[in-house]
């Protein structure tokens, strides 16, 4: 039997729980799911990326016990197609919110496939108690004081809050 190597790509800057739900969901799906952690500075991540490779192991820490995949966190900083070739990719994972998230998706399987068309994009929707949640808007949140126990792991809180100098 053929093994099933999926990549679910982001940022992650911070993980949240939405993303820890489609990571626990997506690894039901594939034998090794590769976390890949994109550099994209053009995003002026608030994290260094040793530090959220660093926070996503913390939140993902047994997560793949029990579980078909064994989970690999990966940064990365070249094209996502490229990333995923390297990784022996079969699949790309994508978490899906809102019907704005699908648009730019879809845009991107569109861009992808032209790459290369034997990689296949699959979407997980985000469950609705996670459908609200975005790294920006947490971020957000802890600058102005608020509560982010409910929309990031509980590793998370603490190296967020000291970040934003709370």
């Known amino acids: ?31 090794t799911l590769i976390i890949g952690v994109a550099i994209n500075e053009d995003k002026g991540p608030l994290f260094a990326l040793d530090e959220r490779v660093a926070m996503i192991k913390e939140a993902l820490d047994g997560m793949d016990e ?9 940064p990365f900083d070249d094209l996502l197609m490229s990333f995923a070739e390297d990784c022996k990719a079969d699949v790309i994972i994508r978490g ?6 699908f648009e730019y998706e879809f845009q991107m399987v569109g861009m992808n ?46 190296k967020l809050l000291k970040k934003v100098g709370r």
């Open 1 to 31: 039997m053929t093994s099933l190597t999926g990549l679910y790509p982001g940022t992650f800057d911070p993980i949240t729980l939405g993303h820890t739900d489609i990571i626990r969901r997506a690894v039901k799906l594939v034998d």
């Open 66 to 74: 029990g579980q078909r995949a064994n989970i690999v966190v990966k």
């Open 96 to 101: 899906l919110r809102a019907v704005s998230d």
């Open 113 to 158: 496939s032209f790459l290369n068309e034997e990689i296949e994009t699959v979407f997980l929707m985000a469950d609705a108690r996670y459908q609200a949640i975005a790294s920006k808007l947490v971020k957000e949140i802890a600058r102005l004081g608020g509560d982010i126990s409910s929309f990031v792991p509980d590793t998370v809180v603490p």
